[in-house]
């Protein structure tokens, strides 16, 4: 599948994640966990965003580190939406 050149956001679902930490794996400087043992999304300051459903762009450089997390997540809770129409490309929602 092709998900183009343009801009990619992604957030996670920490009512799914397991905690297995594939995606700080991939992509440490977009995921991290919190205290919760729970992944959550980085914006581009490295700042956590805590905030449930919190989108962030994904760094064109990790682009596939980014989309091959949500294709591996276990809890199958990572969303990654091409930013112009909101279409997700990869995670559990991807046609």
């Known amino acids: 599948m092709s998900v183009g050149t343009g801009r990619l956001r ?3 679902d920490q009512d799914l994640c397991t905690g297995d930490g594939l995606c700080v794996q991939y992509a440490p400087e977009v995921f991290e966990f919190d205290v919760d043992g729970l992944a959550y999304v980085k914006d581009p300051d490295g700042a956590l965003q805590l ?3 919190t989108r962030v762009d994904v760094p064109e ?3 596939l580190e980014v989309i091959d ?3 591996e997540c276990p809890g199958d809770c ?6 112009a129409d909101s279409v997700e490309v990869a995670g559990p929602e991807a046609a």
């Open 78 to 83: 990572i969303h990654v939406l091409r930013a």
């Open 51 to 53: 905030a449930a459903g």
């Open 10 to 12: 992604v957030w996670v």
């Open 61 to 63: 450089n990790l682009r």
């Open 69 to 71: 997390a949500a294709k």
